[in-house]
């Protein structure tokens, strides 16, 4: 099945998913102007991203069960995939607000929406509260229920932490580049990001699997976050050297004082001329300061870095991956999700 069917198959679930969290807000009486501003909320922030870490709970079901799923089967790991997504609406939709942007996956931030405004906190959180409305609705009579419930508590709380020392580090309107770190930049990524974009998916679904080994959840843990780290490394080279054609966006991270990982590897190595330069133009907006830090970039030759970085992540990566047995793993884990994984993002350009 290509990639555009499996998206296909995987957001034909989500209209059901929709209407059932809508037919509860009727259950409870509320009136016909809320329900109608949740419908469109949780519509205009869930399903328009790629989708990427809720179709790879399916995908990782399969890989485990080793055959094609039943209907149920599918619909089940779909819901999972969905809970993830709307925990990605949940953090956008107030990262957006937080960092003050405009336009997200080609349309406008949903705060910035007509009538919409502050109200979008709410919304936030109406969308967090979706996840353990379906969660309970569907999986209350599974021996693995609380285990859902406290990883997606725990990868939250995780998710929040990595979100409070991003922007501690780096707000947009007070550039100081003495608090970036790379250990910084590894303590945001890793907390930000890998927990929830590629640990949590496949957690869910070895819970799904009938996985209940510590051990392998130990080792998704120690394959998926390094994976997670350096997706977030490739992201942050494919904001300042990707084409806006490749990436979908005009990178702007120079621009907004983030604390990238290019950044503190130019601070790693710069002269103290380089570092007047990038004192004096980082977080600054304006095209020419932009140019003038890009340019220290490549002097540095930033992305000869990267392309060692990104060798050595592979490696190993792999090598973590090459201790779980051909075969399968006695505590049930197998190769293959994590050759999935890292097939998706190693050497992507988008």
Not at 31 to 40: C, G, L, S, T
Not at 115 to 121: E, L, Q, R, S, T
Not at 185 to 212: D, E, N, Q, R
Request: hydrophobic content about 40%; aromatic content about 12%; overall charge negative.
């Amino acid at each position: 099945m290509s990639s555009a069917e499996k998206r296909d198959q995987f957001l034909a679930v989500w209209p059901a998913l929709a209407d059932e969290l809508v037919q509860y807000m009727e259950g409870e009486k509320m009136p016909k102007e809320a329900v109608d501003w949740f419908r469109r909320s949780l519509d205009y922030n869930t399903p328009g991203g790629k989708l990427n870490r809720g179709i790879s709970v399916v995908d990782t079901v399969q890989i485990l069960k080793g055959s094609e799923l039943s209907a149920d089967e599918y619909k089940r790991a779909a819901i999972l995939g969905w809970c993830i997504e709307l925990l990605q609406a949940y953090f956008l939709v107030a990262d957006d607000m937080m960092d003050q942007s405009i336009t997200r996956r080609g349309q406008p931030c949903w705060y910035r929406v007509e009538n919409v405004g502050n109200i979008a906190i709410n919304d936030a959180f109406m969308l967090e509260a979706a996840i353990y409305y379906l969660l309970k609705k569907h999986f209350r009579q599974e021996k693995y229920y609380v285990d859902l419930l406290e990883i997606f508590h725990e990868v939250t709380f995780q998710t929040e932490l990595g979100q409070l020392i991003d922007l501690i580090t780096a707000p947009e309107d007070v550039v100081d580049l003495s608090k970036f770190s790379l250990e910084k930049h590894h303590l945001i990524v890793v907390y930000k990001t890998a927990y929830y974009s590629f640990y949590l998916p496949v957690a869910l679904a070895l819970h799904m699997a009938g996985v209940s080994s510590p051990s392998a959840y130990q080792k998704a843990l120690d394959i998926l976050i390094p994976m997670g780290e350096y997706f977030q490394v490739q992201d942050d080279y494919l904001d300042c050297y990707g084409t806006p054609e490749q990436i979908g966006k005009i990178g702007t991270d120079i621009l907004d004082n983030k604390c990238s990982w290019l950044i503190n590897k130019a601070l790693q190595k710069a002269s103290p001329e380089q570092r007047k330069v990038l004192d004096d133009n980082y977080g600054v907006k304006s095209s020419e300061s932009e140019a003038r830090v890009k340019a220290v970039f490549k002097e540095l030759e930033l992305a000869r870095e990267f392309e060692q970085y990104e060798a050595d992540s592979y490696r190993r990566i792999n090598a973590l991956i090459e201790e779980i047995p051909a075969e399968g793993s006695q505590d049930g884990l197998k190769r293959e999700v994590f050759q999935s994984f890292l097939a998706k993002v190693y050497k992507r350009q988008k």
